[in-house]
């Protein structure tokens, strides 16, 4: 399946982040083709309610990761600092 005549062609299904880009949001260009999908009746059971409802269920279970890369990075930082605090 091309996923991109889902899109026109110029939006890919998942496309890569730049490092320009917010840091903790989803890339607006997956909202799109998961709506259009759900529009073009390959899944009849699913609707753009859906759609929306499990984009909002994806932006929550990224927000929860998110959270949790931030909270094992502060363990990290407090750990090295410990370690070079001793060092000296």
Known sequence: MDYTSFSGGSTPLTPSSTSNERQGMIDP???RPLVVLFQ???HPELNT???ASFIEDIKAAILEISLKIK???ERLQAM???CTASEA
């Open 29 to 31: 260009r997956w909202k």
């Open 80 to 82: 090295e600092n410990t």
């Open 49 to 51: 309610h859906k759609a």
């Open 71 to 73: 909270g094992i990075e």
């Open 40 to 42: 073009q009746g390959e």
